[in-house]
Every structure is written in structure tokens, then in C-alpha cells.
């Protein structure tokens, strides 16, 4: 948080906790229908000390969706052991986006950043510049596992690893707008599984 966003805020201010609490309510609602008042609300401060605390709700919501690719790419670096087989690295991926893309108090809400930015990325050129250092980072963790499994042997050496990571993100992707749109949990592990196949399987040597 910036140094000038700190005056408001109240005394013994959770800024970790309110900023989960302000993405939920841009999960579920998306940047455009996400009030302010529903955002104070949810996270117990008024409106000045919502703004001394982060700024307006661009500025807000940009820091949820940063926040949330800190936490995925923490927890695609696990997945992504590479003392596992490529099969059980993305099996883990795959499993780890499910447990978080099926939750919802009412509804799967799927990814927050597939859900919510994509909508923001054409007017919102901030939006668009997170949404797309997103997305490239994630490829970037998973092209570097597959390299490793091209010079261990896992994969041939004709495999492009590059191209197969978008293919792994691309299976993420449906898989988060899938459960979004209601597929059930066996459906999107069979298309998991799938992914995982047409990755590690076709092209095991």
C-alpha cells in the first residue's frame, strides 16, 4: 500500500482482512456492480476511511486482484515440485484451481481474475496490464517446470514448451468459466484429467 493511503484508516485496521473481504465482494458482483456501500459493508469501514485506506474502488480493486496473483503463483510454485512427476505437477494445478474456482456461498465463482478482470480489461488499462502480467507469469512458472521435464526425458526434446504451457493455462482457464457457468466437480476433473493427458501422455516418450 502506498504511504498516502494509510491516513483513515481505523485503529487496529486488518488491511489483509479487509482486502479479502472487498475481493469476495468483487467476485461475486464484478468491478462495475460492486457499490461502495456494499464494499463498506463488507469491510466494516465507511467510506473515508475505505479511501484513506486504499484509494477509490479502481485503485481498491486493483489491489485484490494483485493480492490474488500473489496467492496464485505462491501456490502454482507448489504444485509445481519438481521432484514430482509433470503428471502429478499439473494434476496439482489442476486440483488446486478446482478446490478455489468451486467456492461460493451461493454459486462455483471460478477464478476472480478470469471472472472480473477480463470483463474490466478493455476500458481499464491498469486492469488490462494486471490481467496480462498475470497470465504470463503463470505460463512463464509452468513453461519452466515443462523445460525441465523436456531435458529430464519426461517430454521429447520436438516438445514445445511454450506452446504446452498456454495449452495447461488454457485448460485453467475453461476450467475456471466452466465452474463459473455451473459444470459439475466430475465434469471439470474429467476435463482436468483430460488436460493432463493431452500434455503428459500423448508426448511421454
Avoid at 51 to 61: N, R, S, T
Avoid at 112 to 122: C, H, Q, W
Avoid at 124 to 137: A, F, K, P
Wanted: glycine share 8%; charged share 30%.
Amino acid at each position: 500500500m502506498k504511504d498516502e493511503k494509510k491516513r483513515g484508516r481505523p485503529r487496529g485496521f486488518d488491511a489483509k482482512a479487509a482486502l479479502g473481504k472487498a475481493r469476495d465482494v468483487f467476485w461475486d458482483r464484478g468491478f462495475a456492480a460492486a457499490s461502495l456501500d456494499n464494499l463498506s459493508a463488507a469491510t466494516n469501514l465507511n467510506r473515508p476511511s475505505l479511501y484513506g485506506a486504499f484509494g477509490d474502488k479502481e485503485a481498491l480493486y486493483l489491489d485484490a486482484l494483485e493480492a490474488y496473483r500473489q496467492d496464485g503463483m505462491a501456490v502454482l510454485a507448489e504444485a509445481l515440485d519438481p521432484s514430482l512427476p509433470l503428471r502429478d505437477n499439473l494434476a496439482r494445478v489442476y486440483a488446486g484451481a478446482l478446490a478455489i474456482y468451486l467456492h461460493g456461498e451461493t454459486a462455483a465463482r471460478g477464478c476472480f481474475l478470469i471472472g472480473t478482470a477480463t470483463a474490466e480489461a478493455v476500458e481499464h488499462e491498469r486492469v488490462r496490464e494486471v490481467l496480462g502480467r498475470s497470465l504470463n507469469d503463470f505460463d512463464g512458472e509452468i513453461e519452466k517446470r515443462i523445460r525441465l521435464a523436456v531435458e529430464s526425458g519426461e517430454l521429447p526434446e520436438s516438445a514445445d514448451p511454450q506452446m504446452l504451457a498456454r495449452l495447461a493455462s488454457a485448460v485453467m482457464h475453461s476450467l475456471a468459466v466452466r465452474a463459473r457457468a455451473g459444470d459439475s466437480r466430475e465434469v471439470l476433473e474429467a476435463i482436468a484429467r483430460s488436460g493432463v493427458e493431452l500434455i503428459c501422455g500423448s508426448l511421454h516418450v
